[in-house]
T-cell receptor, first 114, second 114 residues
Framework: DTGVSQDPRHKITKRGQNVTFRCDPI?????LYWYRQTLGQGPEFLTY????????KSRLLSDRFSAERPKGSFSTLEIQRTEQGDSAMYLC????????????FGSGTRLTVV | AQSVTQLDSQVPVFEEAPVELRCNYS??????LFWYVQYPNQGLQLLLK????STLVKGINGFEAEFNKSQTSFHLRKPSVHISDTAEYFC????????????WGAGTKLIIKP
């Protein structure tokens, strides 16, 4: 297992366009998390899945954001009608159900909205 | 509600000097404790964790941390830092009440001076 993979590493898009990011977690992990991180800040929780079920979504997450994990394996995060304020690093992590071993993070997708 | 406080946003230290990065948490129930490191433009990497047992835990890259239940602290230490330790360090806790989700500190930027 090569860890958590995120694709793409970088994405530049024009304001108003839709973007989709992919995350492939560690195969034995049934939990998958999405975070957003802006410069100089800690990770901000967006949403998480246990298997294919989306169990929690941040109240800060607008309706333009949607995430899926259709078969309980990889996940996608879509942002519709992107805004400049969406520019950030989007981090994916996976863990076991108790998280006792900690989360394993991917390298992130850096989104720049111009 | 649980919270994590990292008291210093930046810690400058000379190369080969010792360093301590402070982390305090609040929780009325038992917690798991973690330190993560983030190098520039990368995801987060687990440095070390405390689940139970010995209060002194050793991690990667020569770092260690001590869990102090009475002071609700989990400070990170290294006896001699190197230029390569320049990074941001995040303390995090997970609790059963939060369904084991990680609660993050704001991060401490470690700046190594030559």
């Amino acid at each position: 297992d090569t860890g958590v993979s995120q694709d793409p590493r970088h994405k530049i898009t024009k304001r108003g366009q839709n973007v989709t990011f992919r995350c492939d977690p560690i195969s034995e992990h049934n939990r998958l998390y999405w975070y957003r991180q802006t410069l100089g800040q800690g990770p901000e929780f967006l949403t998480y899945f246990q298997n294919e079920a989306q169990l929690e979504k941040s109240r800060l997450l607008s309706d333009r954001f949607s995430a899926e994990r259709p078969k309980g394996s990889f996940s996608t995060l879509e942002i519709q009608r992107t805004e400049q304020g969406d520019s950030a690093m989007y981090l994916c992590a996976s863990s076991s159900q108790t998280g006792a071993a900690g989360y394993t993070f991917g390298s992130g997708t850096r989104l720049t909205v111009v | 509600a649980q919270s994590v406080t990292q008291l210093d946003s930046q810690v400058p230290v000379f190369e080969e000097a010792p360093v301590e990065l402070r982390c305090n948490y609040s929780s009325s129930v038992s917690v798991y404790l973690f330190w993560y490191v983030q190098y520039p433009n990368q995801g987060l990497q687990l440095l070390l964790k405390y689940l139970s047992g010995s209060t002194l835990v050793k991690g990667i890259n020569g770092f260690e941390a001590e869990f102090n239940k009475s002071q609700t602290s989990f400070h990170l230490r290294k006896p001699s830092v190197h230029i390569s330790d320049t990074a941001e360090y995040f303390c995090a806790v997970s609790v059963m009440d939060s369904n084991y989700q990680l609660i993050w500190g704001a991060g401490t930027k470690l700046i190594i001076k030559p």
